[in-house]
């Protein structure tokens, strides 16, 4: 499984930083495309970001184009989300997920905002932006 932290509260226009390891040493981020969901109350799950394996590819949702960037350090076994620019519509619970990443990197473009294409699931962590 997945955790996802670094959440917290900040001020419309701050920034933060999340992280997502793995909960077992064993699981290796490296092998993994690794995609960012947030879930908003009474709302869906939606995909925020997705990144492939070694130097593929990113892709984000068009409501954080230009404000957040995710990158990986597969030696600490990391993938980070560095949010800035942050807006109150931003609140949400943000999960990481992981799926095999298929041959091509268009292909994981395509499932990079549908969640159930993607697995290991953990607890998410809490972002509110909020004056």
């Known amino acids: 499984q997945l955790v996802a932290s670094g959440g917290g509260s900040v001020q419309p226009g701050g920034s933060l930083t999340l992280s997502c390891t793995a909960s077992?040493?064993?699981?290796?981020?490296?092998?993994?495309?690794i995609g960012w969901f947030r879930q908003a109350p009474g709302k869906e799950r939606e995909g925020v970001s997705c990144?492939?394996?070694?130097?593929?590819?990113?892709k984000y949702a068009d409501s954080v184009k230009g404000r957040f960037t995710v990158s990986r350090d597969d030696a600490e076994n990391t993938v980070s989300l560095q949010m800035d620019s942050l807006k109150p519509e931003d609140t949400a619970v943000y999960y990481c997920?992981?799926?095999?990443?298929?041959?091509?990197?268009?292909?994981?473009?395509?499932?990079?905002?549908?969640?159930?294409?993607?697995?290991?699931w953990g607890q998410g962590t809490q972002v509110t932006v909020s004056s």
């Open positions: 997920a992981a799926t095999l990443p298929p041959s091509n990197v268009s292909l994981l473009f395509r499932i990079c905002d549908r969640p159930p294409s993607w697995g290991s």
């Open positions: 990144v492939s394996t070694g130097d593929g590819g990113t």
């Open positions: 077992s040493s064993g699981f290796r981020l490296a092998y993994w495309a």
